[in-house]
Every structure is written in C-alpha cells, then in structure tokens.
C-alpha cells in the first residue's frame, strides 16, 4: 500500500544504544477548567532528542504541542500541570530538580524562543540588559564583560550595528530583529538543547527564511539539538532530521523526515501532507483538505482522538478505533504511527519503538 | 529628557495663571468682606464706618477688580503674600513652619503607605488566593470605605484612650506617629490592590514566562523582571494620591493638633481671613502642580514607551 524506498541517509539521531540528549516517557499535562473538569492537552508522549538533532514537531494549533514544548521545561504554570511522566536530560531527572537546578537547568542546558519575539522581551528594560542576564546571573560575569558579552552574542546573531541596538528598548526593534534577540538569548550559554516554539510564525515571510536558517547554522556550529514546534510543514522538510505528528495532545506519527513526508504511515499525517501546497502545483488545483476540526481535548472518548475525522477507518470500516487506544506500530526503523489502521511496511523487530 | 521637562514647565504657565485667577476671584465671591467681618458688633455704627473704610482702602478693597487682581499679582512676584487679618503679621511668617509641617507628615504618610501597600500587593499578587493575599484584600476594602479622619479617631480611642500607650495630644515626633499612621494605612489601601492587580497582569506576560525559560529564578522574576513594569501603573495612582494626601492632611492636622497648613487652613476660614485662606490654596495648588509634573517625568524615565518628544 505504500511506497517501499527505503532512503538510507546517515542517522543523525542517536544510535539505539547510546542515552539520548532528552528523553521523555508517558508524559501527560493536565489542566483542571472551571467546574472541576480535567483537560490533558498532552497524553502519555513519549519522545527521544538526540544530540545535534533536529526534531520537528508538527500539529494543528490546539494540537498541545506549544503545552508539550512547556512542559519539557516544567514551565507550565496552574491551572495547568504536568501530572504523568518522565522527563530525562542526559540521564537527569528533570522532574525530580529542586526549584534552584531547575533554574540553572534552564539557564545553562536549555533555551527556549517563542511565537511572539516582541512580547517575550521586557518592555522596561535594554536589550543590552536583557542579553547580559544570563551571562550576569548564570556566569556570573562582571556587569562591562556580560555587557560587552551581550554585543558580541547581537553581533553574531546578525543584529546590525549591536554596540548601539544594547541601547535600544524592544519596542524599537523590528519583529526580525527581536526573534535574533531572543535567539541570542537563548543560546548566550551555549545550551545543549533549544526548544523553539514556532519561531517564524509571527513574521514576514522573507524574513522568516533567514531566521530559520539564523537557527540552523547556530545549533549546528554550537552542536545544540533543536526541537522546532511548527505547523508548517515546509519549515519542517528545510530543517528538521525527525519529524514528530502531534494530534489531540499525542504523537501520533514519528520518524525521520525523508520517510515521513514521502510514506507517511498515519491517516492525519496523509492529511497534513495532501493539505500542503506543492511548489510547482498546478494552479487551480483544490488542496485537499481534511473534514472536520480538533476535538474538544475535555471531551474525548475512549478510542482514537482522530478516528471521527478518519478516512481510514471510514474505509475499512475498523471498530477497535471507536473503542480503545491504537498502540504504537512500527512501521519501519525507527518510524512509528499511532493507528490501528497503519501496518508496518517491512519486517521490523517492535524493539525499536518504545524504550 | 531635559526638553521635555522644559515643555512640561512652559505648559504649567497657563495653568498658574489661572489658579491666580480663581484663588484672588474667590475673595469677590464670598458674601462678606473681611472687613465688614471684623468689625462687625465690635464698635459703634459711626466709628466702624470709619475704621471700614480706612481698613478697605488699606486692603485695596475700594478699586476695581482688575486693578486689584494687578497689585495682588505684582505683591505675590515680590514675594508678599500679604498680611493676615486676624493675625496682624505677614502670611508668610505663619505659613511658612506650618508648611515645612505638612510636607513632614504627608512624606511621612507617603512612606508608610509605599512601604505597606507595595509590600502587601506584591505579596498578595505572588501567592495568589493564599490566606495572605485574602486577608489583604478584606484589609484593604476597609481601607478604601474608610476616611482618614475617621481612622484617625479610631487610633485615638484605641491607643490613647484605651490602651494608653500615647498620650492623647502628644508632643515632638510622637505627635507625627498617629496622623502619620492614620494617613499612610488609608491610602496603603488603594495602593496594595493597584499593586496586587498590577503585579498579577504582569506576571502573566509573556516576557515573564520567556524569562523563567532562561533561568531566571521567582525572586528574580518578581524584583527584576515584573516590579519596573507595575510600578509604572502604581506611580501614576500615587502621583493622584499625594492630592489626597494634602486633602487628607487638612482635616487629620485638625484632628491630631499637628500644626500643618491643613490646621490653620480650617482656622482661616472660620476667621474669614481672606489673605490668609487665599495664600493657603495658592501654595497648596503649587504643591499639587509640582507633585504632578514630578511624577509625570519619573514616569516618562520608568517607561520607556513613553515618547517624550511627540
């Protein structure tokens, strides 16, 4: 039913063996909502991040995936809740880390850069300021060395003229210029992981390309992984190395990009794909699309979260969908779908999928 | 910076001339003279008419309006006040103490009403929904319902007439304990819900969880990253409150006996001491125009999205 290439590329992930840089398992976050009802935007995740890996993270908005990419980070903040789960950074426990590792955690191993550059900037204070914290509070750097430090990181980030821009205040900089900020920031101690939660989604187009390729060559020259969450599928075929599908707060498809965009295995990654425009499409073409919304995550039932919208189960009339959850299915190595409906292409041992 | 402080001190020249205006036009609207007021009963028709007249024209009271407006003018540039009626010497000389006096206890009251509001709002804005932040806010609606004078005699029946820890009209630096309290809690009241309700806004921006994803630890999230962005709301609402402060410390002078301008000002009216009462609005609207205009600029440097040159 599917394609069968194969495309061996080297593995950029890690090797089965060796720990990865993060690895996450049975996470799951819970809101409560007014009335005592009980939200989980993220249920039981289980993702690896390999060192100088690029992971996309794709999904809907409503999909959990910006919750998912807080949760990493323990960010969530009440009503909300990471309630399951374990979270891993180089064998740390990330749950078990007093509120003082925490912040040195964050600090040190881990930056993060957001949807909206402009507003995750004090308004108050300078860029110089802002840049130099964590060189002030984490280095503990003298305040004319983190200063000077904050110029060198603007200059690197292609921030122009940078020993008058630590001067400025973030509403006189250009949305551009403020995601290099925050990229700045983010990677001022050189972390081993860089979550980014769709980074370009706020800006211009043309801008959007150089600050993806900004975040490309920088984790690449700092050998820092990235997790990019995105909606958009491109940005995820420039970049990414692992593609993960997020669906009502699951990962239901998982694999390396090559094969997931030419063979997906999971009926909404099909969608996703066949609602993507093609470059070279011919024009008047409908995109197709597919039927329905994302459910009410306070709401779901016992079986698949996507199986009211399903194709696949349509066709093959499957009744397992309605009834429980589908368990992974290894479609070939190191790709993995969430579907009944999917069947794995090629004789694979199970041991690939789940740690 | 220093332009825009020039600009706001050229637009405060329409603004005093109109305060001269309204301050000299009052002594026109109130049904009697201060003349006519003194000697009123004191001396015989005929002598009174007398002494009236020599009085009017002492007083200037016989020319017409604008003329006087011009001498009262001319006399406040160099410095002269006038001379009180019933107190027979310069205004000056009286106002000048008194309003060292004032300026005392509204600094006072202002440093209490800072230090407990701004503590208590903050507080009860990080740990939100706890019994501290319920207990503030039920502290703090009394505090808004209740006015000061009346929060002043409530400390007066409690700790000098109850529990007699003060005497009842104390003397030095105790004297400015009670009417210092008494203004300072009133108005630590609004502060502490601006300052909670604030604090809770800002908290729940972006740039604050952006800056807990770099390290940044509670204590530093709150003190460095969210309290230069409320207080740029708590300032504005303090600049307003030092007016009421002033107003506040009017009737809390008389009641405590703390010799403030608020004080002499209720005896000047009761006097009908017009040069008297007139030189106290004057320098009280002064003080408020001055208060405004710092608080204006200390806002235009805590924020600086303020576009000083538009």
Redesign the interface.
């Known amino acids: 039913m599917m394609a069968m290439q194969q495309i061996e590329t080297p593995q950029t992930g890690s090797p089965k063996n060796v720990q990865p840089l993060l690895r996450i398992t049975g996470l799951t976050t819970e809101f409560r909502l007014e009335g005592g009802r009980r939200l989980q935007a993220v249920q039981d995740v289980d993702l690896d991040i390999g060192a100088g890996e690029i992971l996309g993270l794709v999904g809907e908005s409503g999909s959990g995936k910006s919750v998912f990419a ?1 949760s990493i ?1 323990r ?1 969530v ?1 009440p009503p909300g809740q990471v309630v399951a789960g374990a979270i891993a950074f180089e064998g740390r426990s990330v749950m078990d880390m007093s ?2 590792e925490l ?6 191993d881990v ?2 850069i ?1 949807q ?1 550059p402009q ?7 300078r860029i110089g300021w802002q840049v130099a ?2 060189l002030l ?2 280095e503990k750097l003298s305040r004319k060395a983190a200063w000077a430090g904050a110029v060198d990181l603007l200059r690197a980030v292609g921030i122009p003229a940078p020993e008058e821009k630590v001067l400025a ?1 973030p ?1 006189q900089l250009s949305g551009g210029q403020a995601q290099r900020v ?1 990229i700045a ?2 990677l001022a101690l050189k972390p081993k992981l860089l979550i980014a939660d769709e980074p370009t989604t706020a800006l211009d187009v043309t801008i959007q390309a150089q600050i993806l390729e900004l975040l490309r060559e920088s984790c690449r020259m700092l050998g820092t992984s990235l997790l990019l969450v995105t909606h958009d599928l491109g940005v995820v075929a420039r970049l990414a190395d692992r593609v993960a599908v997020m669906y009502a707060g699951r990962i239901v498809e998982e694999g390396p990009v090559e094969t997931m965009l030419t063979a997906p295995a999971h009926p909404y990654t099909q969608g996703l794909i066949g609602a993507a425009p093609q470059l070279g499409q011919a024009r008047g073409v409908r995109l197709k699309d597919i039927p329905g919304t994302i459910p009410d995550l306070s709401r779901l039932g016992a079986g698949c979260a996507f199986a009211p919208r399903c194709d696949a189960r349509a066709g093959q009339n499957l009744e397992s969908c309605t009834l429980s959850q589908p368990l992974p299915v290894s479609i070939r190595p190191r790709h993995r779908a969430l579907c009944f409906a999917a069947k794995a292409s090629s004789a694979v041992s199970p041991c690939e999928i789940s740690p | 910076m220093l332009q825009y402080v020039a600009r706001r001190l050229l637009l405060l020249i329409p603004v005093v001339i109109g305060i001269l205006l309204v301050t000299f036009l009052m002594k026109a609207l109130i049904p009697t003279d201060a003349v006519t007021a003194i000697y009123s009963g004191t001396l015989s028709e005929k002598d009174a008419a007398e002494a009236i007249a020599t009085l009017r024209a002492k007083y200037h009271l016989d020319l017409p309006w604008y003329q006087q407006f011009y001498i009262y003018v001319r006399d406040l540039m160099s410095g002269d006040f006038g001379e009180s009626i019933r107190l027979r010497k310069p205004v000056m000389d009286e106002l000048g103490y008194r309003y060292v006096n004032t300026i005392i206890l509204t600094l006072a009251a202002l440093a209490i009403a800072l230090v407990v509001g701004l503590t208590t709002g903050i507080l009860a804005a990080v740990k939100r929904n706890s019994w501290l932040d319920v207990t503030a806010t039920t502290i703090g609606l009394f505090g808004i319902s209740m006015p000061a004078f009346f929060f002043g005699l409530l400390l007066i029946l409690v700790f000098a007439v109850w529990l007699r820890w003060l005497p009842v009209v104390p003397r030095g630096t105790m004297a400015l304990l009670l009417p210092a309290v008494a203004l300072g809690l009133i108005e630590a009241a609004p502060i502490s819900q601006v300052a909670r309700t604030s604090m809770i806004d800002v908290l729940g921006r972006d740039y604050i969880q952006a800056a807990r994803a770099r390290g940044a630890s509670e204590f530093a999230l709150v003190v460095r990253h969210a309290l230069p962005n409320a207080l740029i709301v708590v300032l504005t609402l303090v600049g307003l409150q030092i007016g009421n402060l002033l107003g506040g410390a009017f009737i809390i002078e008389a009641i405590f006996g703390w010799h403030g301008i608020g004080e002499l000002a209720v005896n000047a009216i009761e006097w009908r001491d017009f040069t008297l009462t007139q030189a106290i609005i004057l320098i009280s609207a002064a003080t408020y125009l001055v208060v405004n205009l710092v608080a204006d600029i200390l806002y235009a440097w805590l924020d600086p999205r303020v576009e000083l040159n538009s």
């Open positions: 807080q980070l960010l903040q509120a003082r912040s040195r955690w964050r600090g040190r930056g993060m957001f909206q507003s995750c900037l004090n308004p108050v204070r914290e964590p509070l984490q205040y509403h925050m920031i983010a």
